[in-house]
């Protein structure tokens, strides 16, 4: 007997605990123009109704495969979807978010077109700032283009990091058979999907960006890893920091200014960010302890030399680096209680401020 025709794309999606989401998720996939997909949706031990969903919503749908597997995280979930799929590309979607019906049709149309190993999308972040449907938008977007050169997409890759769109998976379609001749899988770390891309981008030779977004990526949820204090966020954003520096240095463009001002630009914002962690009230150190634990922050020298190096694109941010740059520990501690105030307090004023940044 014959096997069964791959599909042109395998859609991954991890779930946990996303009872309240799921349903939309899928059904955003199920309603697509494009149909020549299997969805593999890995119930990651979910303790709420997420598995049972996923399995009658699979009962009227055989495209979508689901999978029961004990807790193991987001890339555990991910690399045993990756080890099932069958598709010529691939699209990674969280089970929380979801996306406009010609996304596929639209994204497979300009893949196979220019025979591309990477396609690039804009994309909405929904914040709500409610417990009702009442949200904020904002839309993160590139000028539609398809890099001629892999030196040239190499040169121009800051603007798209600068726009948040080479950070994520899942504005993106992926040549399979590429990340199968890479090896490359997620790693389990603080944020796993970064590294995944930057590990396919770091010899990606054909890449195009589309305009339109398609995806739109919620916020909603407080469990959320950008929304709670995190104990270990400074070592995280410090790791980060040498990911980004080794993909540049192996690129040849640690002399290139723009690109380098990017990167330090990005680092002196998470450090910012690091320093409302530290700030948040369940940290449970004393002022006092704050204080010296930002002190040691902003005294690194790598913390220094991204000062002289950014240049913010706000007045916000430049009042906001100025402690910092004169290691002013008392007045980032001030600074950080405020931030972290109105972070908890006010998400409309905060979210305005972070994308103004």
């Not at 913010?312 to 008392?330: E, F, G, N, Q, T």
Request: aromatic share 10%.
């Amino acid at each position: 007997m014959a096997s069964a025709k791959a599909p042109m794309v395998s859609v991954i999606m991890p779930v946990y605990n996303v009872e309240g989401f799921v349903t939309r998720a899928v059904e955003s996939l199920q309603g697509q123009t494009f149909s020549d997909f299997e969805l593999i949706a890995v119930d990651d031990g979910s303790t709420d109704r997420s598995g049972q969903i996923l399995d009658r919503l699979a009962e009227r749908d055989i495209r979508l495969e689901v999978v029961h597997t004990e807790n193991g995280g987001a890339p555990a979930a991910r690399n045993l979807a990756l080890d099932r799929a069958h598709g010529t590309y691939v699209y990674f979607m969280d089970a929380d978010d979801w996306c406009d019906p010609y996304m596929l049709e639209d994204m497979v149309g300009v893949m196979q077109r220019f025979e591309l190993e990477l396609l690039v999308c804009g994309f909405f972040i929904d914040t709500y700032v409610s417990d009702d449907e009442e949200h904020l938008t904002e839309v993160k977007s590139y000028p539609s283009t398809v890099f001629p050169t892999q030196a040239e997409f190499r040169q121009r890759a800051y603007e798209l990091f600068d726009r948040n769109l080479l950070y994520t998976p899942w504005n993106k379609l992926f040549l399979r058979s590429r990340i199968e001749e890479l090896g490359i899988r997620f790693r389990a770390t603080f944020m796993d999907d970064f590294p995944f891309v930057l590990d396919y981008v770091r010899d990606v030779e054909r890449v195009g960006v589309m305009e339109e977004a398609y995806y739109h990526f919620t916020r909603a949820r407080g469990e959320s890893e950008t929304s709670r204090w995190r104990p270990n966020l400074y070592e995280k954003r410090e790791e980060e920091h040498d990911w980004m520096l080794s993909l540049y240095g192996h690129w040849g463009l640690l002399d290139d200014e723009a690109s380098m001002e990017m990167v330090q630009r990005r680092y002196i914002e998470r450090l910012v960010g690091c320093i409302e962690n530290v700030c948040d009230p369940a940290c449970e150190l004393t002022d006092a302890e704050k204080r010296l634990v930002i002190e040691r922050m902003i005294s690194t020298e790598r913390a220094q030399e991204a000062c002289r190096a950014a240049r913010p694109r706000s007045r916000m941010m430049k009042v906001m680096l100025s402690p910092i740059r004169r290691r002013d520990a008392r007045l980032t501690f001030m600074e950080g209680r405020l931030i972290s105030f109105v972070r908890r307090h006010d998400t409309r004023l905060f979210t305005t401020l972070k994308a103004s940044r």
